[in-house]
């Protein structure tokens, strides 16, 4: 059964930190790219990173480039979103994806707030 379990979500100041993890099970986590979402309220669900499956390669959106960073660890199957610097505008649901060729799978999301 495959899995997709995201953490680290909650309430944070603006300027302040937050790490997302999520830890993945029942497929070869190895080969799949990995990304992380975010849906705002009121918003289109938008790709906010990825890596690669050997975590060479990784890419953010530009409105978190210098903030941001991806990472995995195919020990352990997890991938993590380290933000830092947070903006009110980050407030959103992160959602942890893993993609290989035509196969594709969402954990439910984590609830980032970034309020004052």
């Known amino acids: 059964q495959v899995q997709l379990v995201e953490s680290g979500g909650g309430l944070v100041q603006p300027g302040g930190s937050l790490r997302l993890s999520c830890a993945a099970s029942g497929f070869t986590f190895s080969l799949y790219v990995m990304r992380w979402y975010r849906q705002a309220p009121g918003k289109e669900r938008e790709l906010v990173a990825d890596i690669t499956s050997a975590g060479v390669t990784t890419n953010y959106v530009n409105s978190v480039k210098g903030r941001f960073t991806i990472s995995r660890d195919n020990a352990k199957n997890t991938v993590s979103l380290q933000m830092n610097s947070l903006k009110l505008e980050y407030t959103a649901v992160y959602y942890c994806?893993?993609?290989?060729?035509?196969?594709?799978?969402w954990g439910k999301g984590t609830l980032v707030t970034v309020s004052s």
């Open positions: 994806n893993a993609g290989w060729h035509t196969l594709e799978y």
